[in-house]
């Protein structure tokens, strides 16, 4: 006769031994999905806390780190999207004050226009295109594009800012 062993009757150190064994795997698992979503990403300051002098957590910094691994990676979860291509997603700015005031983020990891490569070109231009489109979609006259630099960045991702009145 075959006996079943039921929970009451494991001994504590297996019980031990099976946490620490799914512990392990959803840690693992973990470092997996974080990795995956963040391999993509510039580093950013705020990770090294010996020498990143007045940008250590810095708010604005890790805001640019997430808004960057959930555009790069996971494109289809960004919510509020205006227009996108495959190279620029466009989206209502959160504070609306204007008639229409839309903020353009490249889907490549740019924290600024210093950090610019020959290889963000495209991405770059491409989020004027889509401003473009939108322009003359809308038949804007009194409009200003512009993007803003770190000290003055709330999320510290290159993103062009379009202001309708």
Not at 7 to 36: C, E, H, K, Y
Not at 59 to 79: Q, Y
Not at 93 to 109: A, I, S, T
Request: glycine letters at 6%; proline letters at 5%.
């Amino acid at each position: 006769m075959g006996s079943l062993m039921s929970n009451s009757d494991r001994s504590p150190r297996s019980q031990r031994i099976r946490l620490a064994i799914i512990l392990v795997l959803t840690f693992l698992a973990g470092l997996s999905i974080g990795a995956r979503a963040f391999m993509n990403t510039q580093p950013r300051a705020w990770l090294n806390l010996s020498s990143c002098a007045s940008r250590c957590y810095r708010a604005s910094d890790i805001a640019g780190l997430f808004a960057s691994a959930g555009i790069v990676n996971a494109p289809g979860w960004v919510p509020r999207v205006v227009r996108e291509s495959d190279k620029c997603v466009a989206v209502p700015y959160p504070r609306q004050g204007h008639n229409l005031h839309l903020v353009f983020f490249p889907k490549r990891d740019i924290r600024d226009i210093t950090d610019l490569t020959a290889d963000d070109e495209p991405y770059v231009m491409d989020c004027f295109a889509v401003i473009r489109s939108i322009v003359n979609d809308q038949n804007l006259w009194d409009y200003r594009v512009y993007t803003n630099g770190p000290g003055e960045q709330e999320v510290s991702y290159l993103h062009f800012h379009l202001v309708a009145w």
